[in-house]
């Protein structure tokens, strides 16, 4: 409940800023650039029946393109939403399933909300930024031929959704009045509960927890 309370105060706050620091100009920025992401996940134990002790998975890094929009509030504040082209990352077989090899294919969508604070004034070429948000992830995945061998036989995931705080730090460079770099680090709350079906009777779960660390570098456009 306590974020879904996050997500309305963040949009309520920057609701609120706009209208209040009307008499400023409203300055809108589009970002693109590039994204790596390393999930760090960490996943309990694959249990149900036939599963052999130990079995286990991790999700692997990738990289894609990351999309941002971001509207000024004030000189200090703006209000950043952060998505992109969903990545698909590798799932790994780790324990008893070592030697599967990747398994399957997981997407992730997850847009950002951020209320970001940026330190000096708007004449400073060089801003640094933290940012405070929510963020949303959806997952799908598709089975290899390695993981539906190593299950047992044609095997389906399902991956709840997950909805957590996000926060990240950055730097913007100034080239001129519409052009800038942006390079951010960031972070979030993320984690699901894997649903495996194999042959429509073998139900094996586990959940995923992850820590990622996602760096940005885009190229931004304000007007």
């Given at each position: 409940?306590?974020?879904?309370?996050?997500?309305?105060?963040?949009?309520?706050?920057?609701?609120?800023?706009?209208?209040?620091?009307?008499?400023?100009?409203?300055?809108?920025?589009?970002?693109?650039?590039?994204?790596h992401?390393?999930?760090?996940?960490?996943?309990?134990?694959?249990?149900?029946?036939?599963?052999?002790?130990?079995?286990?998975?991790?999700v692997?890094?990738?990289?894609?393109?990351?999309?941002?929009?971001?509207?000024?509030?004030?000189?200090n504040?703006?209000?950043?939403?952060?998505?992109?082209?969903?990545?698909?990352?590798?799932?790994e077989?780790r324990?008893a399933?070592?030697t599967?090899?990747?398994?399957?294919?997981?997407?992730?969508?997850?847009?950002?909300?951020?209320?970001?604070?940026?330190?000096?004034?708007?004449?400073?070429?060089?801003r640094?930024?933290?940012?405070?948000?929510?963020?949303?992830?959806?997952?799908?995945s598709?089975?290899?031929?390695?993981?539906?061998?190593?299950?047992g036989?044609?095997?389906?995931?399902?991956?709840?959704?997950?909805?957590g705080?996000?926060?990240?730090?950055?730097?913007?460079?100034?080239?001129?009045?519409?052009?800038?770099?942006?390079?951010?680090?960031?972070?979030?709350?993320?984690?699901?509960?894997?649903?495996?079906?194999?042959?429509?009777?073998?139900?094996?779960?586990?959940?995923?927890?992850?820590?990622?660390?996602?760096?940005?570098?885009?190229?931004?456009?304000?007007?």
């Open positions: 409940m306590k974020i879904y309370k996050t997500i309305a105060l963040l949009f309520f706050t920057g609701s609120a800023l706009s209208t209040a620091f009307s008499s400023f100009a409203q300055e809108n920025t589009l970002r693109l650039g590039l994204i992401i390393n999930p760090h996940s960490s996943a309990t134990d694959l249990v149900g029946p036939l599963t052999p002790p130990g079995a286990n998975l991790q692997m890094n990738k990289s894609t393109l990351t999309i941002g929009y971001a509207r000024r509030l004030t000189e504040l703006e209000l950043e939403l952060a998505f992109g082209i969903p990545p698909k990352h590798d799932v077989g324990g399933l070592q599967a090899g990747v398994i399957a294919k997981v997407k992730q969508t997850a847009p950002t909300l951020f209320l970001n604070y940026k330190f000096f004034d708007e004449n400073t070429a060089l640094p930024f933290v940012g405070l948000g929510v963020n949303h992830t959806r997952f799908s598709t089975v290899t031929p390695e993981g539906n061998i190593a299950s036989g044609p095997t389906v995931h399902s991956l709840s959704s997950s909805t705080w996000a926060a990240q730090a950055g730097l913007s460079y100034a080239v001129d009045k519409q052009w800038s770099i942006v390079a951010s680090i960031a972070t979030a709350d993320v984690s699901t509960d894997l649903k495996s079906v194999t042959n429509d009777t073998v139900i094996r779960r586990s959940n995923i927890s992850f820590n990622p660390v996602a760096v940005a570098i885009s190229a931004a456009y304000r007007f």
